[in-house]
């Protein structure tokens, strides 16, 4: 079965703080895996993939296959990084699999 | 247009009513989604076109629901009989090519917020 683990509902941390957000899969094949966020009053919109292992908006996530995680990282936290985040896996059908989202709050 | 449009935005139904809830994709988009996403939730699958196509609706939890896209652009979820449990945020998603693999992203409406009383 296909599964999305993110552990944490909530993370809070101050401006400049480093941030991880957690995010563990299941899957026997090779997955596709995605972070999706949902700022406030916003629609949910892609910020980033494994494939492509770009960083945006400062945040980086690296696939670790023996230890099937995909954790979002951002190594200076800043206020409007406040959202909620939402990792996703793409197996070997054409639809999305999320997790259960973390908000993350950046306090000034 | 824009991107991908939902109506309505919001939808208060009595238990027992049907109700239809609208998806325009972005024009030119094959693939259409939809998800449903209760409060606290992450969004879950129920159900996808690849044009007029309804390729997997392994994600409808009864036979109460119910989507179509019959000229492959505009889809309607439909919800018959509504129970409490079907209040949820109603998402629809649309992407470009014919597989979600390879570099592709779906890009998601506003959702249509349906409460059941």
């Known amino acids: 079965a296909q599964r999305v683990t993110q552990p944490e509902k909530l993370l809070s941390v101050f401006k400049g703080a480093p941030v991880e957000l957690k995010c563990n899969y299941s899957?026997?094949?090779?997955?596709?895996l995605f972070w999706y966020v949902q700022y406030s009053r916003q629609r949910l919109q892609l910020l980033l993939r494994?494939?492509s292992r770009e960083s945006i908006k400062g945040f980086t996530a690296d696939l670790n296959k023996g230890e099937t995680s995909f954790h979002l990282k951002k190594p200076f936290a800043q206020e409007e990084d406040s959202a909620m985040y939402y990792c996703?896996?793409?197996?070997?059908?054409?639809?999305?699999?999320f997790g259960t989202g973390t908000r993350l709050q950046v306090f000034p | 247009g824009a991107g991908v449009s939902q109506s309505p935005r919001y939808k208060v139904a009595k238990r027992g009513q049907d109700v239809a809830l609208r998806c325009d994709p972005i024009?030119?988009?094959?693939?259409l989604f939809w998800y449903q996403q209760a409060l606290g939730q992450g969004p879950e699958f129920l159900t996808y076109?690849?044009?007029?196509?309804?390729?997997?609706k392994s994600g409808l939890p009864s036979d109460r629901f119910f989507a179509e896209r019959p000229e492959g652009s505009v889809s309607t979820l439909k919800i018959q009989r509504t129970q409490q449990e079907d209040s949820a945020v109603y998402l629809c998603?649309?992407?470009?090519?014919?597989?979600?693999?390879?570099?592709?992203?779906?890009?998601f409406g506003s959702g249509t917020q349906l409460s059941v009383l």
């Open positions: 998603a649309s992407s470009a090519p014919l597989r979600l693999r390879n570099n592709e992203k779906l890009f």
């Open positions: 899957y026997s094949g090779s997955p596709e």
């Open positions: 076109f690849q044009n007029e196509a309804q390729l997997d």
């Open positions: 494994h494939i």
């Open positions: 024009s030119g988009h094959v693939s």
């Open positions: 996703a896996l793409s197996g070997n059908t054409d639809k999305l699999i």
